[in-house]
């Protein structure tokens, strides 16, 4: 990822929430941060490895929020702003010249995000252009596309 570096404003993690580096973040119909869901605007990137505990969203911890401890209730991971971040993604196909401009939404399979160009009628990212032509010597890359947040979620007046 490359762009400026905002961190949003921390939102306590869905209970047993699994989060990595990098990955697109939302916040669910609960108030809680979860991994990015097919058709969820992104409310930022995930900036660490962690795994919230179970009870870390239970009912009496609404608008608990912390970031020092993972292992204890309301913690919230350290999230980063999507707006005007360029990354690479892998999609669900090979992809050509013909990609860049084109609006993708994303699927999610056991925890991997991948960009899903077929149905890419919400447009929640755009691709900006493709890895291989990024790196000329890239082989195997002619399903990652550069990307960016085309439609972001803003809340909390952030």
């Not at 949003?8 to 580096?21: I, L, T």
């Not at 691709?127 to 890239?138: C, D, P, R």
Request: proline residues 4%; aromatic residues 6%.
């Amino acid at each position: 990822m490359h762009g400026p570096e905002r961190v949003r404003e921390p939102v306590a993690a869905v209970g047993s929430g699994v989060f990595a580096k990098g990955t697109p973040v939302y916040i669910d119909s609960s108030g809680f941060l979860a991994p990015i869901a097919t058709d969820e605007r992104p409310y930022g990137f995930c900036t660490e490895d962690v795994t919230a505990i179970a009870t870390n969203s239970s009912g009496s911890t609404v608008g608990v929020t912390q970031q020092n401890d993972p292992t204890a209730v309301g913690y919230a991971p350290r999230v980063i702003d999507c707006e005007n971040v360029e990354f690479w993604m892998d999609c669900d196909e090979d992809l050509t010249q013909t990609s860049i401009g084109q609006y993708m939404d994303v699927t999610i399979s056991a925890g991997v995000v991948t960009g899903n160009l077929v149905s890419g009628s919400t447009g929640l990212f755009l691709v900006t252009g493709l890895l291989s032509n990024e790196n000329q010597e890239a082989t195997g890359d002619a399903n990652r596309v550069i990307c960016r947040v085309a439609e972001r979620l803003d809340v909390l007046g952030a």
